[in-house]
């Protein structure tokens, strides 16, 4: 149970393009979903929190209108990177939790490179 | 300020070589401790959730407690397997289920 996919897993684009990723919570209804950006060694930063049919909140330093959330519904979030950059190249990761016990379950990431 | 520290940083063992991860949190006030694995490339995998202190939970080799001031993962006799990075994280009270996240632990076991 608790089996959160994420897809691509590795996406590759060109400076200027925008890349959409895809969160799902496959066998539970989150009601909260987060999005993390992890560099290399470092730990999880988050970036944003989504509560289904809210707009998200982000974290102090994350620009809204360009990394573009929707929580849609009960089982997908997806984030939009919009014309991106090679800074914008890193390790995305969501995760999902349902109101009780509040734990989170993370997806597999997904590795962007823009060139 | 809300803060958790993980320590080691880094742990290097022998296959069979029985030791502890530590996790101390500073917080306003706690509604559960987390721990996750987390191997490279991947996100990180859920392994415990301890709410109260005195509380202990078991998987396998690994097992979690907790107190007022810290948590520890203990590891009983590892498996190159175990090799990974172990984060620690806490939830507040209030807080929208966000975690506050360690640096993490980064184990690994020589065959």
């Known amino acids: 149970g608790a089996v959160v996919s994420q897809h691509p897993s590795r996406v590759i684009c060109k400076s200027g393009t925008s890349v959409k990723i895809e969160c799902r919570s496959l066998?539970?209804?989150?009601?909260?979903m987060f999005w993390y950006r992890q560099f290399p060694k470092q730990s999880l930063m988050l970036m944003a929190t989504?509560?289904?049919?809210?707009?998200?909140?982000?974290e102090q330093g994350v620009e809204k209108d360009k990394f573009l959330i929707n929580h849609a519904s009960l089982t997908l979030s997806t984030l939009t990177v919009t014309s991106a950059h090679p800074e914008d190249s890193s390790f995305y990761i969501c995760?999902?939790?349902?109101?009780?016990?509040?734990?989170?379950?993370f997806g597999p990431g997904t590795r962007l490179t823009v060139l | 300020e809300d803060q958790v520290t993980q320590s080691p940083e880094a742990l290097r063992l022998q296959e069979g070589e029985s030791s502890s991860l530590n996790c101390s949190y500073t917080?306003?006030?706690?509604?559960?401790l987390f721990w996750y694995r987390q191997d490279p490339g991947k996100g990180p995998e859920f392994l415990f959730t301890?709410?109260?202190?005195?509380e202990e939970k078991e998987k396998e080799r690994l097992k979690a407690t907790l107190t007022k001031k810290e948590s520890f993962l203990h590891i009983t006799a590892p498996k190159p397997e175990d090799s990974a990075t172990y984060l620690c994280?806490?939830?507040?009270?209030?807080?929208?289920?966000?975690?506050?996240w360690g640096a993490g632990t980064k184990l690994i076991i020589k065959p």
């Open positions: 995760s999902a939790s349902s109101l009780y016990p509040g734990t989170q379950y």
């Open positions: 066998d539970f209804q989150a009601t909260t």
């Open positions: 989504s509560n289904e049919g809210s707009k998200a909140t982000y």
């Open positions: 917080v306003s006030g706690l509604r559960g």
């Open positions: 301890l709410y109260s202190a005195g």
């Open positions: 994280a806490v939830q507040l009270m209030d807080s929208n289920y966000q975690l506050i």
